[in-house]
């Protein structure tokens, strides 16, 4: 039997509802999607107005690229330090904000207001103060410590930027960090402590396992953004020195943008989408393994 | 369900976000239709020029100029606007553009970009609308200023300003170190590199700020250092472009003298030190001397040519082009626009900013007719004497892939204890692939 009037409207609204959010993602997600992969199998100069078809050229390309090579280790290199030290230290906050002690909202506040301002104002603050002569190695030159060129040496480079996206996002995973731990039910910390548990004991065995569903997620979140990182070095090292802070995603515009290769950038797109989708595959099957209970 | 692998489709649409705009308008073809007397279009066009330049002076002439056309020309255009974009980002943001579909009818280009622009294909060849305009006096034109943009017959680009690089002086940091006036030492054929190491050094000593600024150098655009290579007849590479020249002697004396003024003399701000000689913070400065505009009367200035290398004293200009892009609506009209714009009448108002290619208009008093910050001798000296035997900077058809790679191998070098000879070496070894190519 078909169905009735009244039904027949209630899909129409509900379908126009999710009109707009289909629509779009098919438009800006789905769409480009595909069509970089179409464009990884082309040659596309636009200076020359060429796009020619070759295959899997691209991506043979990829595979003796040392200079993709380079970036791939920069990233790596960028991503382990972001998310140890990023995440390390949110847990730590997060622990201190967990006591109830005076003038935590100060705190709280100090450490999240990063997160609410503009990433490339937040970048260009920080390119004066990592200068040669800037605020960081005056202050570091009051304590009688000579501070490297920051942005100029290649290690110190890298930690720069590391630390910048640090402090940027450190409030975010200490809030949601935060959350988490006053989820943690009082009774369960008396139990443990009337069995005799001391303070890292408890963390360990009582709070760990019933954060891990926010370690997770938080370790997805900060993993992926690792992947994604580009304006703080467009603005702080431009990539150098030489190649050390040359990250997967701006080899990837400097292929397009700056050489006009837009079919093997396209190419790059596809290996970084690639990327991001293992990680985050291996990360939520291997969830079962340590994370206590599903959120 | 669970956020997590929304977040990472997520994250994959914005990786694919490069394509997004691409998408949408990829491919737009240009007909590459030949420039010549344009056709009366059904309708007025609109045209759109791209500049690096946002100072209204310079935009207000161009306005003025382009508004004479539209009221002359009302069939052919019903207005042209000038788009700026900034000078960081310019050639980026116009291949964007051109990969969107949405090419402007005429663009700047910069000299580095020059041959990969001109060999391209993108521009239509200007030379028969030139010539074929009247009261255009084509060969006006300085041969040795359109060299680098032209392919064979053809002309593919306009060079608006051959701006010769000299160097600003502010007199007052200088005297007040007790050092000698870089114009006597002109005057006296005393003028060196050494001397302007020297004297900047002392300044910088004694006014606790910058000697001498490369501007636009900053450690990253490193062909503005042809400025100072140049007087040791130092070249990065073959004039035919397929040979690293980075380790001729020439070049490993004249970056040894570079990096020893740097970290030795403090002569030269350091990597990761910012100083704006026309705010002040700096005794000397290297630039275009199209650079006046920026002077103020906050402290007293000269300006001097480059000065003399071991190899002698060797002037560099630094070109800009107005191309006409195939892609463009109307290239036809864009170019009979461009014909217009650069006529010895306007050309001679534009000469208030960029030194036109012209010889007619190339002496002393036109140009300081033109241009009141500077004295016609200053002029004649700077600019008339320099714009004939200059070279200009490097240029490259592969330019952007050997500029990016120059920057990374040179970064080694811009450390106290830096090796130049095995920097240098590097250098070569890592761009001779691309110059084969």
């Known amino acids: 039997m078909a169905a009735s009037a009244a039904v027949r409207r209630d899909r129409l609204v509900g379908y126009t509802m999710v009109a707009p959010v289909v629509l779009g993602s098919l438009a800006f997600v789905v769409l480009p999607l595909v069509m970089v992969v179409w ?7 636009v200076l020359a107005n060429t796009f020619t078809f070759v295959g899997a050229e691209n991506y043979q390309r990829m595979v003796a690229d040392p200079g993709l090579a380079d970036a791939l280790r920069a990233t790596v290199w960028f991503s382990i330090g972001l998310v140890v030290v990023n995440i390390a230290l949110a847990l730590l906050l997060a622990v201190l904000l967990n006591q109830r002690l005076p003038g935590t909202t100060t705190f709280r506040t100090f450490f999240f207001s990063p997160v609410v301002v503009s990433l490339v104002a937040w970048t260009i603050v920080w390119s004066f103060l990592l200068q040669a002569d800037g605020g960081i190695n005056g202050f570091l030159s009051v304590l009688g410590v000579e501070g490297p060129n920051w942005l100029r040496r290649p290690e110190a480079a890298m930690a720069a930027v590391i630390i910048v996206q640090v402090f940027k996002n450190v409030g975010l995973n200490m809030i949601l960090f935060l959350a988490a731990l006053q989820g943690v039910p009082e009774e369960l910390q008396e139990a443990a402590r009337l069995d005799g548990a001391g303070a890292w004991r408890r963390f360990r065995s009582v709070t760990l396992p019933l954060i891990s569903p926010t370690v997770l997620l938080v370790s997805i979140i900060t993993i992926v953004g690792s992947l994604e990182v580009f304006a703080q070095i467009d603005v702080l090292t431009g990539g150098g020195p030489g190649s050390s802070t040359t990250v997967l995603v701006y080899y990837l515009y400097q292929q397009a943008f700056r050489f006009n290769e837009f079919g093997y950038a396209s190419a790059i797109a596809v290996l970084l989408f690639v990327i991001v989708l293992v990680l985050t595959l291996l990360q939520w099957q291997s969830r079962k393994r ?3 209970h599903e959120l | 369900m669970s956020a997590h692998p929304t977040r990472a489709r997520r994250t994959a649409a ?5 394509g997004t705009a691409l998408a949408l308008t990829s491919c737009a073809g240009g007909s590459s239709a030949p420039a010549g007397e344009p056709e009366t279009p059904d309708q007025p066009v609109e045209l759109r020029m791209t500049v690096w330049t946002a100072d209204e002076a310079q935009l207000g002439l161009f306005q003025d100029i382009a508004d004479a056309y539209v009221a002359e020309n009302p069939e052919l255009v019903s207005g042209v606007s000038f788009e700026t974009i900034p000078f960081e980002d310019y050639t980026t943001a116009l291949t964007t553009q051109l990969a969107g579909g949405n090419a402007p009818d005429l663009a700047w280009v910069f000299e580095s970009n020059a041959p990969e622009f001109v060999a391209s294909g993108a521009l239509v060849d200007l030379r028969p609308v030139l010539e074929g305009t009247d009261g255009y006096a084509a060969d006006d034109l300085v041969p040795s200023a359109l060299s680098l943009w032209e392919d064979g017959d053809g002309l593919y680009a306009y060079p608006f300003s051959t701006s010769p690089f000299a160097v600003f002086v502010n007199t007052d940091q200088i005297s007040a170190a007790g050092q000698p006036d870089p114009a006597d030492l002109v005057a006296d054929g005393e003028w060196t590199f050494d001397a302007a190491r020297d004297i900047a050094a002392a300044t910088a000593e004694d006014s606790g700020k910058q000697g ?3 501007r636009d150098f900053d450690y990253q655009s490193w062909e503005n250092l042809a400025t100072v290579w140049s007087g040791w007849q130092a070249q990065p590479w073959s004039a035919d472009g397929t040979e690293c020249t980075f380790t001729d002697p020439a070049m490993v004396d004249a ?3 570079f990096h020893d003024a740097v970290f030795t003399d403090g002569a030269l701000p350091g990597p990761g030190t910012t100083a704006d000689f026309f705010a002040g913070d700096a005794a000397m400065t290297i630039t275009q001397i199209s650079r006046a505009s920026s002077l103020d009367d906050s402290f007293a200035w000269d300006v001097v040519p480059l000065p003399a290398g071991p190899a ?3 002037d560099v200009v630094g070109q800009a082009g107005i191309g006409v892009f195939a892609a463009g609506d109307h290239p036809d009209v864009a170019a009979d626009f461009l014909a217009y714009f650069t006529d010895p009448e306007n050309a001679a108002q534009l000469a208030a900013y960029f030194p036109p290619p012209r010889a007619s208009l190339l002496n002393g008093e036109d140009l300081a007719a033109a241009n009141p910050r500077l004295s016609a001798e200053q002029l004649e000296s700077v600019v008339v004497d320099a ?4 070279v200009t900077k ?12 120059v920057r990374a191998e040179l970064d080694a070098l811009w450390v106290e204890d830096a090796d130049v000879e095995a920097v240098l070496a590097d250098t070569c070894a890592a761009i001779t692939p691309l110059l084969e190519d």
């Open chain 1, 39 to 45: 464009y990884s199998l082309h040659e596309w100069n």
């Open chain 1, 290 to 292: 340590w994370v206590f």
């Open chain 2, 14 to 18: 914005a990786v694919g976000a490069l």
């Open chain 2, 212 to 214: 001498l600024v490369v």
């Open chain 2, 255 to 257: 970056l040894t003298w």
């Open chain 2, 312 to 314: 002698g004293q060797q």
């Open chain 2, 387 to 390: 714009v004939e035997d200059a």
């Open chain 2, 394 to 405: 490097p240029a490259h058809a592969s330019f952007a892939k050997l500029s990016e790679t």
